[in-house]
Nanobody, 126 residues
């Protein structure tokens, strides 16, 4: 099992930037990919972005493409989500998640992700 801890959330104005961090520990070698999901009040959890640990492959939701960038630092076991041009509709709790080895492609399918962090809150004011 992989343990994930998010940080970096906060309150920002629309148009500003924020960077979220996800610290991974435990059986990282058993992980294929790490992703960010978000959940707004009253809404279902939705996929934001994913990155493979072994390649530089990335996947983004259409709603954040061009504004958000996911990256990783294998030496530090960290995954980041750089969020630019933030909009009020980006307001949500953001979760880091990991999927185990056995997959060969990135996916935003929530059921693939077996390890989850506790989340960090992002509020974007208009």
């Amino acid at each position: 099992q992989v343990q994930l801890v998010e940080s970096g959330g906060g309150l920002v104005q629309a148009g500003m930037s924020l960077r979220l961090s996800c610290a991974a520990s435990g059986r990282i070698y058993s992980t294929y990919a790490t992703a960010w999901f978000r959940q707004a009040p009253g809404k279902e959890r939705e996929f934001v972005a994913a990155i493979s640990w072994s390649t530089w492959n990335t996947l983004y939701a259409d709603s954040v493409k061009g504004r958000f960038t996911i990256s990783r630092d294998n030496a530090k076991n960290m995954v980041y989500l750089q969020m630019n041009s933030l909009k009020p509709e980006d307001t949500a709790d953001y979760y880091c998640a990991a999927t185990p080895r056995g997959y060969s492609d990135l996916s935003g399918e929530l059921a693939r992700y077996s390890s989850w962090g506790q989340g960090t809150q992002v509020i974007v004011s208009s």
